[in-house]
């Protein structure tokens, strides 16, 4: 589910040693609507967080890879975001972090005459998520089949995140925030030859942003 169509997935093969080398996880890509798409990239570290400072960066270093290589027919939008509080499960194990949360999960087949679940986590082994239903009973769904999954926004959520040792309160302050003003420190970058360290200019590079 990290990416849907042939061209998304070249891109995400494309980018995903770039985005390792910061010691990012990429966790979904989407191009989005048609007279000028959105290339939107969510991007993470391996225990979940992810600062302003590291998606500038991601932006920094996919903006002329993308430009080399020109995955994308015609003008488009690069966006570089946190997966958010209310975030979309894109990959096995992903589920087992949030037993216990609410999810709305869409599937590409009926599973018992039904393609869109919600309910909420109840556990996760060898590939199939078990979830209790709002609407009662319990449903066991195969990642396989899975086209969409995110979570809900609740008070519940919130306050895991805060028990994770975030602040929802300061994502929400941070995450609305531009880059005009985001210092890049790309000294370990420096160390292996790449990069000087400045500050993003929405002049010279795509519109980068941090998703809520």
């Known amino acids: 589910m990290r990416a849907q169509s042939e061209i998304e997935t070249r891109i995400l093969?494309?980018?995903?040693p770039t985005a390792a080398g910061l010691g990012l996880d990429v966790v979904r890509i989407r191009i989005?609507?048609?007279?000028?798409?959105i290339l939107q990239i969510m991007a993470e570290r391996p225990d979940g967080t992810v600062s302003v400072e590291d998606c500038a960066k991601l932006s920094r270093r996919l903006s002329p890879l993308l430009e080399e290589h020109d995955p994308i027919d015609g003008e488009?939008?690069?966006e570089v975001s946190s997966p958010g509080i209310d975030r979309p499960l894109t990959r096995?194990?992903?589920f087992a972090r949030w037993p216990g949360h609410e999810?709305?999960?869409?599937v590409g087949a009926p599973?018992?005459?039904r393609r869109r679940f919600h309910g909420h986590i109840a556990g996760e082994a060898d590939g199939v998520v078990t979830l209790n239903l709002k609407d009662g009973g319990t449903a066991s769904i195969a990642f396989r089949d899975m086209v969409k999954a995110q979570l809900a926004l609740t008070d519940a959520l919130i306050d895991a995140v805060k028990a994770q040792g975030l602040d929802a309160g300061e994502i929400d302050e941070d995450f609305e925030a531009g880059f005009d003003e985001v210092e890049v420190d790309d000294d370990s970058d420096d160390?292996?030859?790449?990069?000087d360290g400045a500050s993003i200019d929405p002049e010279d590079d795509p519109i980068s942003k941090v998703r809520e």
């Not at 093969?13 to 995903?16: L, P, S, V």
């Not at 989005?32 to 798409?37: A, E, F, I, K, V």
Request: proline share 7%; charged share 30%; aromatic share 4%.
């Open 13 to 16: 093969r494309m980018i995903e």
């Open 32 to 37: 989005m609507g048609s007279r000028t798409p």
């Open 76 to 78: 488009y939008t690069l």
């Open 92 to 94: 096995p194990g992903d």
């Open 103 to 106: 999810i709305r999960i869409e």
């Open 111 to 113: 599973i018992d005459g």
């Open 191 to 195: 160390e292996r030859g790449i990069g």
